[in-house]
């Protein structure tokens, strides 16, 4: 009786149609702050071109629901103000490490619903009496909902596009918002093997306050992301 229930239960996960794909790619970042504060009333920091990975590991068990997990690397760094000619010191972490857990539901044809959270660095700017403007990061969260577009769907290509918008809570920056949009290609070369790719643009806006360890300003951080990778199929 224990082995025909044991076959019972192998048979019905068998029909699941399961599937596990990874993503590993090469993640080429550029990012910006702008703002203004009480000493500054314009603001302009932004890094170099700069390197990072990533790896993507998507989940899917049946043809309605699917899960999708992020994990990012790259080291930052951020350049003087070369416009408002300020002086900018890098105070923050410079290994910024990212983390995001997605859920998608396939609620209507070429269109899924999204629904995750986003871990982070949120990097800031806060003046300095001395006469330069530090550039500080706080580690925090971010609630996001939104949907992806498929355009194209067929043997060898799939072209979509993804828009999130998001609520953010840090302890040192104020309770922000931002939004994402991105546009992906993965084409298939060879059996469980594609080329993928991805161009993204993402804003965060999170204020500062006067209140310990910051003091008041407006600002918001842009990053703009090219990808380009491997995704196996198993």
């Known amino acids: 009786m224990f082995l025909f229930f044991v076959l019972i239960n192998v048979t019905s996960i068998n029909a699941y149609c399961f599937s596990h794909r990874y993503d590993l790619a090469l993640n080429t970042s550029y ?26 590991y998507h989940y899917a068990e049946d043809s309605y629901f699917s899960s999708f997990m992020s994990l990012n690397y790259r080291s930052i760094q951020f350049l003087n103000d070369s416009k408002n000619n300020i002086t ?86 104020q309770t922000g918002y931002s939004f994402d949009v991105e546009g992906k290609l993965t084409y298939r070369y060879a059996k469980n093997l594609s080329l993928t790719g991805a161009l993204g643009y ?3 806006h999170n204020n500062t306050s006067n209140t310990s360890p910051t003091t008041e300003s407006s ?3 842009a990053d703009l992301n090219l990808k380009l990778g491997l995704q196996k199929i198993f």
């Open 219 to 221: 600002q918001g951080r």
């Open 88 to 173: 900018v010191k890098n105070e923050g972490n410079k290994n910024d490490i990212g983390f995001k857990y997605y859920l998608y539901w396939n609620a209507f044809d070429h269109i899924r619903m999204i629904a995750g959270v986003r871990y982070l660095n949120f990097y800031y700017f806060q003046s300095n009496p001395l006469g330069y403007i530090e550039v500080h990061s706080d580690f925090g969260i971010i609630g996001n909902l939104g949907l992806e577009y498929t355009l194209v769907k067929n043997e060898s290509m799939t072209f979509s596009l993804l828009g999130l918008l998001g609520a953010s809570s840090a302890f040192k920056v």
């Open 31 to 56: 990012s910006t702050i702008v703002g203004s504060d009480d000493t500054y009333p314009k603001v302009f920091v932004s890094t170099p071109l700069t390197l990072g990975l990533n790896l993507d």
């Open 202 to 204: 993402a804003e965060f």
